[in-house]
């Protein structure tokens, strides 16, 4: 089956380093929450807050390894009082999970995003 897994993590500053890092950490929480692997991969759609504008995300995928998956990113809505330094990730994949099976990943301040989908206080 095709599934989406959505992802969200903070970083404290616009730095190239911090934004690649935080993204890595995400990438690496979400394939390992729902053991999946690159071949498994459709593709991942990065957003990025607009006060986030040193470094693209998907750099932080193709350092992982993901050189074979089609990676985008974009500018989210600029949307009055929404979470500042916030790096979203939609990845598409193969997987015999079900819906209700499938861990979507929040992390640091992003888990005020979705509170209902965080599991075990993450």
């Given amino acids: ?3 989406a897994v959505r992802g969200a993590i ?3 500053k616009n730095d190239a380093g911090e934004i690649i890092e935080a ?3 995400l990438l690496n929480e979400i394939m390992s929450q729902n053991n ?3 071949e498994e991969l459709i593709s991942m759609i990065f ?3 607009p006060d986030l504008d040193q470094a693209f995300p998907a750099v932080a995928a193709r350092e992982c390894g993901y050189t074979q998956t089609p990676l985008m990113c974009s500018v989210e809505i ?3 009082g929404s979470l500042p330094r916030c790096i979203r990730v939609m990845i598409h994949c193969h997987t015999d999970l079900a819906k209700a099976e499938i861990r979507h ?3 640091r301040e992003a888990v005020r995003l979705r509170p209902d989908l965080v599991k075990g206080g993450e």
Avoid: A, S, W
């Fill in 36 to 38: 999946l692997t690159e």
């Fill in 23 to 25: 993204t890595k950490l």
């Fill in 105 to 107: 990943i929040y992390l």
């Fill in 1 to 3: 089956m095709v599934r």
């Fill in 47 to 49: 957003t990025v807050t």
């Fill in 78 to 80: 600029p949307v009055p």
């Fill in 10 to 12: 903070t970083v404290d």
